[in-house]
């Protein structure tokens, strides 16, 4: 497929082969680069990615699975079309964020207060200083293959599908400890010897980047009890599953009382985010205002914190999705279909994993007989992977990151899922 991929691409190759001239890699985030290279994308509407030549993939990436209404849906562009009018940025107090605001405090119980910054990186770092400054203590405990971005206090751990650590310039990594997912015993055999230390634990109730593995709803009730019991933060970050699956966060369907849950992605309609809420007492930390020097802490805030545009464009995503009382269940059920026919279409040889809209395929091999954590998602074979959905670029037209797990977005149709269980059918491997 490679020489078709070649064939097709040729004004790609060119505009590539310049950006490799200014930028490592010719990418500014290591996941966009694939073999031979990528495609330049020009254009995206709906459910399209148009590149430089005029080829059209459905797209399953999604903007970092950011776009739960496709690409640029009208009502999202008419509101952010409007704001630019009047202006994109303030760097100051404004109504957009208040009207956001105003949405998430309704949809997620827990956040009494929030904080806004421009990625979830920032989201997830500012997490872990908080849960520190709240408790006084130092250790944070993450997830083996757990993502929550490039923050260097959350990078220690290997994260799927790399070998060994993946990051050198990462300082202090004996303050973080990880954990195996959905495996309390031995869970708690590790945070017992750190206890003492023990600022908080930082989970995904579905590992994105790790595999797109749901937790197990007991899993996470023991660790969030640990947590309390202990005094340390127990923290969720939602950035990938927030507003994913239902009008809101996925950890009131687990019955968790998390103290501080972080968002980002879909919050942002497509425009750069992270959120960080919580229980007020936790939150009231980042106010510096007549605080003693031992209660203060300097959480969130930067240019671009609650700009018009993010939050203009959150607000309308938002509205849309509380409106549009079908999507929701339209594309859950669209992914239960996913998965029961590309585990149909592979026969016994792939576990499908995910959960609603987000789905993974994992071609089994030594023996791995179900994916409940990244480690058994590392053994599959993630070249045959690649393969499959490099296949689909070259020849079908259909976009996945090769690699990595796909998300549904309203602007797909059963037809287009269909198409695209046709193009695994035709998968040779
Ligand atoms: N947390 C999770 C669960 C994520 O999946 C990601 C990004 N994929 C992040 C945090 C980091 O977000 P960002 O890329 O916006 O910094």
Redesign the pocket.
Known sequence: YISEYKKKTKGSVKLFDKSLKFHVNGVSHNIRFFEPYPFVVKSSSGKNLVDVDNNKYTDYWMG?WSLILGHGPKPVKDAVKKQIEKSWMYGTVNEQTIKLSELISKAVPVAEKIRYVT??????MYAVRLARSVTGKNIIAKIDGG????TSDLLKSVNWPFTESESTGVVNEEKIVSIPFNDFEKSLEILKKVSNDLAGIII?PVL??GGCIPANADYLKGIQEFCKKNNSLFIL?E??TGFRFRFGCLYPTMNLDPDIV?L??IVGGGMPI?VMCGKKEIMEYSNTKGKKKTERSYIGGGTFSANPMSMTSGFATLTELKSGKTIYSKINSLGDFVRKEITKVFDGKVIVTGKGSLFMTHFVKDGVTEVINSSQAAKCDTSLLNKYHFKMIAHDGIFFLPGKLGAISNAHTKEDIKKMINATENFQE
Do not use: F, M, P
């Open positions: 970092h990625s979830g990186t920032e989201a997830t993502w929550h971005g490039y995904e994105g980047g970050d950035i990938v972080t980002g992605k992270g």
